[in-house]
C-alpha cells in the first residue's frame, strides 16, 4: 500500500497497524483511522471482540486539554454534564452543547486533577469550539491538544491484559482511570471503550513511544490470544453506543437522542446550552432516536447513506444506522423519527437500497454492557 497523503496526521501506532496487515483506512479528525486488516473477516473481528480481546489504534480520538485556575468552571460550562459529581481519578461521557442546545460533540472526559481535564473528542473540531469559547469566557484557563494518542483493548478477556501490563493499576471499576506508567512509557488507563464488552483505553503521553507501547500490548496479550482490529460498528450498535455524524450532531439534541440523563438542569451553575435545553425538556421534542429491528433475511446492503423510514407510506425519517448483528441474529440499527412512531413496538417501513423493508421500532440498548 502506498501513495498516503502528507497533510493527513498519523497516529504514533501507524506504522504498527501497517506492520499487523491494515490496507484500509478510514479518516476522522484530520487522521487516518485504521479500518481493515488484510484477510481478517470482519466477521471474524467482531467474535474475536465478542470472545476474546482486540487491540485498537484510535488515535484519531484526541484530546482537548484543559488547565488553569479556572479550568473546572471553564469546563464545567462546556458540558451539560454537572462536574461537580466527577472527583478526580474519574471519567464521564459528557455532551458538549450549544447555545440552541444542539450537540458540539460528546466526549469522554478524564479529570485528572482539581484544575486538569481532557475532552476525548471523536470526528468534530472541538478544540476550535473550545478554544472560541475561552476567548471570551473571562476565565483563566488554558486549552490546547496534548501529545496524547490512545489505545483501545476490548473484549471479555481485556483484563487480563490489563493485569499484565499493569497488575493491581490495572484493578478499575467502569469509568475509573489512573495515572502512571509501563516502566518508563508515561500512560493514562481508563476503563473506557467504545464495545459492548469490558475494554480499557491506554492513552499514550509521549509519541516517541508509540511503538514501544504497542508491541508491550501485544506481548501482554499474546497469551490470551490478542488481534488487531478495528472499532466494531455491529458491536457498538448492540450496545447502544452512539456515533458522531452518524447519529448526532450539531442538529440533534440530547432530549432527542436519549441522552436526557446526561442533561443537569437543576444545578445551581449555568452552561452553554442551557436555557434552550430547559424548554426542550419543559415543551418536549417532536422527534426521537430510536432502536429499529428490520426485518427479513439479513441485511447486506452497505450503510453509504440514510435510508428513509416511512409509515403508510409517508415519510417519517431516517434510519441512521442498519446492520446485521451476529450475536443476535438479527437486523438492527437506529432510526430518527417522528415522536409519534417512537414507541417500542411501532411498524414501520424502511426504504434499503436493495427494496423496502418492515422494520419494528425496539428498545435500546439491544445489549447491556458488562459492569
Given at each position: 500500500?502506498?501513495?498516503?497523503?502528507?497533510?493527513?496526521?498519523?497516529?504514533?501506532?501507524?506504522?504498527?497497524?501497517?506492520?499487523?496487515?491494515?490496507?484500509?483506512?478510514?479518516?476522522?479528525?484530520?487522521?487516518?483511522?485504521?479500518?481493515?486488516?488484510?484477510?481478517?473477516?470482519?466477521?471474524?473481528?467482531?467474535?474475536?471482540?465478542?470472545?476474546?480481546?482486540?487491540?485498537?489504534?484510535?488515535?484519531?480520538?484526541?484530546?482537548?486539554?484543559?488547565?488553569?485556575?479556572?479550568?473546572?468552571?471553564?469546563?464545567?460550562?462546556?458540558?451539560?454534564?454537572?462536574?461537580?459529581?466527577?472527583?478526580?481519578?474519574?471519567?464521564?461521557?459528557?455532551?458538549?452543547?450549544?447555545?440552541?442546545?444542539?450537540?458540539?460533540?460528546?466526549?469522554?472526559?478524564?479529570?485528572?486533577?482539581?484544575?486538569?481535564?481532557?475532552?476525548?473528542?471523536?470526528?468534530?473540531?472541538?478544540?476550535?469550539?473550545?478554544?472560541?469559547?475561552?476567548?471570551?469566557?473571562?476565565?483563566?484557563?488554558?486549552?490546547?491538544?496534548?501529545?496524547?494518542?490512545?489505545?483501545?483493548?476490548?473484549?471479555?478477556?481485556?483484563?487480563?491484559?490489563?493485569?499484565?501490563?499493569?497488575?493491581?493499576?490495572?484493578?478499575?471499576?467502569?469509568?475509573?482511570?489512573?495515572?502512571?506508567?509501563?516502566?518508563?512509557?508515561?500512560?493514562?488507563?481508563?476503563?473506557?471503550?467504545?464495545?459492548?464488552?469490558?475494554?480499557?483505553?491506554?492513552?499514550?503521553?509521549?509519541?516517541r513511544d508509540g511503538d514501544e507501547l504497542w508491541e508491550r500490548v501485544l506481548a501482554a496479550g499474546a497469551p490470551s490470544g490478542i488481534v488487531v482490529t478495528g472499532p466494531s460498528d455491529a458491536n457498538?450498535?448492540?450496545?447502544?453506543?452512539?456515533?458522531?455524524?452518524?447519529?448526532?450532531?450539531?442538529?440533534?439534541?440530547?432530549?432527542?437522542?436519549?441522552?436526557?440523563?446526561?442533561?443537569?438542569?437543576?444545578?445551581?451553575?449555568?452552561?452553554?446550552?442551557?436555557?434552550?435545553?430547559?424548554?426542550?425538556?419543559?415543551?418536549?421534542?417532536?422527534?426521537?432516536?430510536?432502536?429499529?429491528?428490520?426485518?427479513?433475511?439479513?441485511?447486506?446492503?452497505?450503510?453509504?447513506?440514510?435510508?428513509?423510514?416511512?409509515?403508510?407510506?409517508?415519510?417519517?425519517?431516517?434510519?441512521?444506522?442498519?446492520?446485521?448483528?451476529?450475536?443476535?441474529?438479527?437486523?438492527?440499527?437506529?432510526?430518527?423519527?417522528?415522536?409519534?412512531?417512537?414507541?417500542?413496538?411501532?411498524?414501520?417501513?424502511?426504504?434499503?437500497?436493495?427494496?423496502?423493508?418492515?422494520?419494528?421500532?425496539?428498545?435500546?440498548?439491544?445489549?447491556?454492557?458488562?459492569?
Amino acid at each position: 500500500m502506498s501513495g498516503y497523503d502528507y497533510w493527513i496526521r498519523k497516529s504514533p501506532f501507524f506504522e504498527a497497524t501497517v506492520r499487523a496487515g491494515c490496507n484500509r483506512f478510514s479518516f476522522a479528525n484530520h487522521m487516518y483511522q485504521p479500518a481493515g486488516y488484510g484477510d481478517l473477516d470482519p466477521l471474524e473481528a467482531y467474535w474475536h471482540l465478542v470472545n476474546g480481546v482486540t487491540l485498537w489504534d484510535v488515535g484519531t480520538e484526541r484530546q482537548v486539554e484543559i488547565t488553569g485556575p479556572d479550568a473546572f468552571a471553564f469546563t464545567n460550562m462546556l458540558t451539560s454534564r454537572d462536574l461537580h459529581k466527577c472527583p478526580v481519578g474519574h471519567c464521564r461521557y459528557a455532551p458538549v452543547t450549544a447555545a440552541d442546545g444542539g450537540i458540539v460533540n460528546d466526549p469522554v472526559l478524564l479529570r485528572l486533577a482539581d484544575d486538569h481535564f481532557w475532552l476525548s473528542c471523536s470526528d468534530s473540531d472541538l478544540l476550535l469550539w473550545a478554544s472560541g469559547v475561552a476567548v471570551n469566557a473571562g476565565l483563566d484557563v488554558r486549552v490546547c491538544e496534548p501529545d496524547v494518542s490512545p489505545v483501545q483493548i476490548q473484549g471479555p478477556r481485556s483484563p487480563e491484559v490489563i493485569r499484565a501490563l499493569f497488575g493491581n493499576a490495572g484493578e478499575l471499576a467502569p469509568y475509573q482511570l489512573v495515572q502512571t506508567d509501563l516502566d518508563r512509557i508515561p500512560v493514562v488507563l481508563s476503563r473506557t471503550g467504545w464495545s459492548a464488552e469490558i475494554g480499557y483505553e491506554i492513552f499514550l503521553r509521549d509519541s516517541r513511544d508509540g511503538d514501544e507501547l504497542w508491541e508491550r500490548v501485544l506481548a501482554a496479550g499474546a497469551p490470551s490470544g490478542i488481534v488487531v482490529t478495528g472499532p466494531s460498528d455491529a458491536n457498538r450498535v448492540e450496545a447502544g453506543i452512539l456515533g458522531y455524524r452518524s447519529d448526532i450532531d450539531l442538529s440533534t439534541n440530547p432530549f432527542e437522542v436519549g441522552m436526557e440523563r446526561l442533561v443537569d438542569l437543576d444545578t445551581a451553575d449555568d452552561f452553554i446550552g442551557k436555557a434552550a435545553l430547559t424548554r426542550i425538556r419543559d415543551e418536549g421534542v417532536s422527534r426521537s432516536l430510536v432502536g429499529i429491528e428490520i426485518l427479513g433475511e439479513e441485511l447486506t446492503d452497505p450503510f453509504l447513506e440514510r435510508w428513509p423510514v416511512t409509515a403508510g407510506g409517508r415519510p417519517i425519517g431516517e434510519a441512521t444506522v442498519a446492520l446485521h448483528s451476529p450475536r443476535l441474529v438479527r437486523n438492527i440499527g437506529y432510526a430518527m423519527v417522528g415522536i409519534g412512531h417512537a414507541r417500542p413496538g411501532t411498524v414501520i417501513d424502511v426504504r434499503t437500497p436493495s427494496g423496502e423493508r418492515r422494520a419494528v421500532v425496539a428498545e435500546l440498548p439491544f445489549i447491556r454492557r458488562p459492569t
